[in-house]
Nanobody
Framework: QVRLVESGGGLVQAGGSLRLSCAAT??????????MGWFRQAPEKEREFVAA????????RFADSVEGRFTISRDNAENTVNLQMNSLKPEDTAVYYC???????????????WGQGTQVTVSS
């Protein structure tokens, strides 16, 4: 089984930047051979797609709300996935989750492994 652990969350002022990381443990091939994604969920709101990246980093997808501000990357040798968040806004405040899917997707239902989440708070 693959275990995903997010880190890098915290409190940041609007306009600032934050980098989230996701470390995968278990079978290395299981992580490198799968697409990875980031989702977020604010209190009392539905879980929302943020970004996704294919196995070989050839394809990336972003939600309209973060397009041009966030970037996603992965290092398969280290079994890590990163989310670089720039020009942060208060509406970006949420718990951010790392997840794994067999192929790249924007739908949460296609992801079969999830981390426990890391809190990101953006102050105005």
């Amino acid at each position: 089984q693959v275990r995903l652990v997010e880190s890098g969350g915290g409190l940041v002022q609007a306009g600032g930047s934050l980098r989230l990381s996701c470390a995968a443990t278990g079978l290395s091939f299981s992580a490198s051979a799968s697409a990875m994604g980031w989702f977020r969920q604010a209190p009392e709101k539905e879980r929302e797609f943020v970004a996704a990246i294919s196995w070989r980093s050839r394809i990336t997808r972003f939600a309209d709300s973060v397009e041009g501000r966030f970037t996603i990357s992965r290092d398969n040798a280290e079994n890590t996935v990163n989310l670089q968040m720039n020009s942060l806004k208060p509406e970006d405040t949420a718990v951010y989750y790392c997840a794994r899917a067999p192929t790249i997707s924007i739908f949460a239902r296609d992801y079969n492994y999830w981390g426990q989440g890391t809190q990101v708070t953006v102050s105005s």
